[in-house]
């Protein structure tokens, strides 16, 4: 696991100038990758630029120094992340001649590029972000996984192509202003989250999952090498019937997954929450003959511990586990996270992954986590009771003329449940607590039950996948417009054709892609698109970056066995009965389970990687929301409706669940704070 970056100039000036600015940029980005890779940095610099590396050794520790190059020097290799065939294809290679001198994966890559050219992701199993320099064709070949578990930001202009692991180590040397980028901010608060291509600066693109890019002569070329959408629409026009697998067969593919990921010359231990997906990877690992280190978090509120059930299961397989205690953290440790990010990610659960990465990593330098199990095979309940509204709510929007009818009531509805909100909030100011308990409990259920209409109203209106996206949503996309200033709001109606409530398909650059996974719903059922729709956007876009931003932070490399190449392919070939059975979420890693592990673990209910956000708010945390959301600088920068950070914490206080939308809010500021108030970033001082 490795932090990469490189430019490639293009600029006709001075060769001084030149590399002066080339050498100030890759010191200046190696400086911001150090988390990423404590244990050494290299350079390769040729006449045209330079690719580098910063490295976290896993394999062959001594030799295996990056970047790499061929025989003769004129190809060199920088890798983020790992190849976990790497020894059958350097067998392969060198069968046809080419001579090794390491051990590591990221060899491969050079005499890999030798060999295939273009083609070379085809043959890779793993997780990787990889930038290639050919200095003979002048070209540099990059690509990235097919999941999106590593990531790979970029920019192109004049000057040429600058590429880095991370946007603060892209903006290292000062030479790229930062802008935000409007659309970007306006899909956010509704998703919470960026999918690939997007990013929240204007000129930086992130690499999507799956593809490849080609930089020569000035132009940039990119290609899809491999495509979830196209293998999930050949699924669907399968005449053959799905077939269902037995949880034995589902084991084999898992165990061979897990064990594949252990290849490393460092010790290797797993991420053990208690739920099916990680205590399923642990036996398999189990099963196959390894003996475990696992790790896992605990939280004082019991909605969100899971540790009991984690200690069950390492003692069932012999386990030496660690159990961390998470706390509400300090605002110094909210800063840290957020910097980290190096995004406006609002998924709260950075917080313990933070805090268990750092706990990890203090012995360890890999790890294993269950990350995948639900998106590919049945374990969000969000799934479910989504498809369950829709059934309800589907005919609604079907019948001709009644979505237009169903926007126009729900604003209606959204407009008095806004003015029953304001008369609870005016009510409990003027009676104090026992207005509270006297001439406002009516009211606010009232209020309650006529927002939750007015959503359920807006839904019927919206086509798939965007029904699902504003289900989800603290922000739904018809309603961000109540919570923007007007300066953001005005610029936001500019660049979006005048409605800066324009759903997430329309501004994410997704477009066309989701709408084709919208029609895989009504061919193959509605589990099966929303697997694809969450590969597409929140597993690259959330899940994997929470994933990598946090470990890497402290130096930690975490890998995926349920996000494996050939068990996702074969996951799109199975029936939804494997998906949900009778309301049982998973039900095939759960028979899985069955065979391996405790009955009370394998029944469990799914409760999610959360933290108790909206008590958190009420506390120490809050206080720090509404200093920053609520001062001078942050009303300036007009992002934000003041009156709308008022009412969130005012509601938050008096026992509404408000702390997720004041977390997203606040995470904004930070990062806005860190990254476009500063250039170069740094975080911010409270």
Same mark, same amino acid.
């Given at each position: 696991m490795c932090g990469i970056s490189g430019w490639i100039l293009e600029a006709a000036e001075d060769a001084t100038a030149r590399r002066e600015r080339l050498v100030a940029y890759i010191s200046a980005s190696l400086a911001a990758l150090v988390a990423r890779g404590p244990d050494s940095a290299g350079v390769a610099e040729f006449s045209r630029g330079a690719i580098a590396a910063r490295r976290l050794a896993i394999l062959d520790l001594e030799g295996g120094d990056q970047p790499l190059y061929n025989e003769d020097r004129s190809v060199a290799a920088v890798l983020n992340g790992e190849i976990y065939n790497f020894e059958e294809l350097r067998s392969r290679l060198e069968s046809c001649g080419h001579r090794f001198r390491s051990r590591t994966d990221t060899e491969?890559?050079?005499?890999?590029?030798?060999?295939?050219?273009? +083609?070379? @992701?085809?043959?890779?199993?793993?997780?990787?972000?990889?930038?290639?320099? =050919? =200095?003979?064709?002048?070209?540099?070949?990059?690509?990235?996984? +097919?999941?999106?578990? %590593?990531?790979?930001?970029?920019?192109?202009?004049?000057?040429?192509?600058?590429?880095?692991?991370?946007?603060?180590?892209?903006? &290292?040397?000062?030479?790229? +202003?930062?802008?935000?980028?409007?659309?970007?901010?306006?899909?956010?608060?509704?998703l919470q989250h960026l999918p690939p291509p997007m990013t929240p600066l204007e000129g930086i693109r992130q690499l999507e999952p799956g593809m490849s890019l080609v930089f020569e002569g000035g132009k940039l070329r990119m290609a899809r090498y491999w495509d979830i959408v196209e293998l999930a629409e050949v699924a669907a026009d399968s005449t053959r019937p799905p077939k269902a697998p037995s949880p034995a067969e589902a084991l084999e593919k898992i165990q061979e997954a897990a064990v594949r990921r252990t290849r490393a010359d460092v010790p290797v231990g797993v991420f053990l929450s208690g739920g099916i997906d990680s205590s399923l990877v642990a036996a398999a690992l189990h099963r196959a003959g390894h003996d475990l280190e696992t790790f896992s978090v605990a939280f004082d509120d019991p909605r969100f511990d899971e540790s @009991?059930?984690?200690?069950?299961?390492?003692?069932?397989?012999?386990?030496?586990?660690?159990?961390?205690?998470? =706390?509400?953290?300090?605002?110094?440790?909210?800063? =840290?996270?957020?910097?980290?990010?190096?995004?406006?990610?609002?998924?709260?659960?950075?917080?313990?992954?933070?805090?268990?990465? %750092?706990?990890?990593?203090?012995?360890?330098?890999?790890?294993?986590?269950?990350?995948?199990?639900?998106?590919?095979?049945?374990?969000?309940l969000k799934h479910r009771q989504f498809v369950a509204l829709q059934r309800v709510l589907g005919p609604v929007g079907s019948v001709p003329g009644t979505s237009r009818v169903a926007r126009a009531v729900s604003d209606l509805a959204a407009g008095l449940a806004g003015r029953l909100e304001a008369r609870v909030l005016t009510t409990r100011a003027a009676l104090g607590s026992q207005g509270i308990a006297a001439g406002s409990g009516l009211t606010s259920a009232a209020a309650t039950s006529v927002r939750r209409a007015s959503r359920a109203l807006a839904l019927a209106a919206s086509p798939f996948p965007d029904s699902y996206f504003d289900y989800l949503s603290p922000v739904p996309s018809f309603e961000r417009s109540t919570v923007l200033g007007e300066g953001l709001l005005a610029e936001l109606a500019r660049v979006l054709s005048g409605d800066p409530d324009s759903p997430v398909s329309a501004i994410s650059g997704l477009g066309d892609r989701l709408a084709r996974v919208g029609r895989l719903a009504g061919r193959r059922g509605p589990l099966f698109a929303l697997a694809v729709v969450d590969a597409l956007t929140e597993l690259p876009g959330d899940i994997l970056v929470k994933v990598d931003?946090? &470990?890497?932070?402290?130096?930690? #490399?975490?890998?995926?066995?349920?996000?494996?190449?050939?068990?996702?392919?074969? &996951?799109?070939?199975?029936? #939804?009965?494997?998906?949900?059975?009778?309301g049982e979420t998973k039900p095939l890693l759960r028979d899985a389970a069955r065979m391996l592990l405790p009955p009370e673990v394998a029944?469990?209910? %799914?409760?999610?990687?959360?933290?108790?956000?909206?008590?958190?708010?009420r506390g120490e945390l809050g206080v720090l929301a509404a200093e920053i959301l609520l001062d001078e600088k942050t009303r300036d920068r007009g992002w934000i409706s003041p009156g709308h950070v008022r009412d969130l914490i005012s509601r938050n206080l008096a026992g509404h669940d408000m702390g997720a939308r004041i977390w997203q809010l606040l995470v904004l500021e930070l990062w806005a704070r860190s990254f476009i108030d500063s250039s170069p970033p740094s975080p911010p001082s409270l």
């Open positions: 491969v890559l050079v005499h890999g590029w030798e060999e295939w050219g273009t +083609r070379l @992701p085809e043959y890779l199993d793993g997780m990787f972000a990889f930038a290639v320099w =050919d =200095d003979r064709q002048g070209t540099l070949f990059a690509a990235r996984d +097919r999941l999106g578990k %590593k990531p790979f930001f970029f920019t192109q202009d004049a000057g040429g192509f600058r590429f880095a692991s991370e946007i603060k180590a892209l903006l &290292s040397d000062g030479a790229i +202003r930062p802008r935000p980028s409007l659309p970007a901010i306006a899909a956010l608060l509704t @009991p059930r984690a200690r069950t299961v390492a003692r069932h397989l012999g386990c030496r586990h660690t159990v961390l205690v998470v =706390d509400q953290p300090k605002p110094d440790e909210i800063v =840290d996270v957020v910097w980290h990010l190096d995004e406006p990610l609002a998924d709260s659960s950075a917080i313990p992954q933070m805090q268990i990465c %750092k706990a990890a990593s203090s012995r360890l330098k890999v790890v294993i986590s269950g990350d995948g199990g639900d998106e590919f095979f049945g374990g969000y931003r946090m &470990s890497m932070a402290n130096s930690l #490399e975490v890998r995926s066995p349920l996000l494996d190449r050939s068990l996702v392919e074969w &996951s799109l070939s199975l029936p #939804e009965l494997a998906r949900l059975r009778r029944a469990a209910p %799914k409760r999610g990687f959360g933290v108790p956000l909206s008590e958190w708010m």
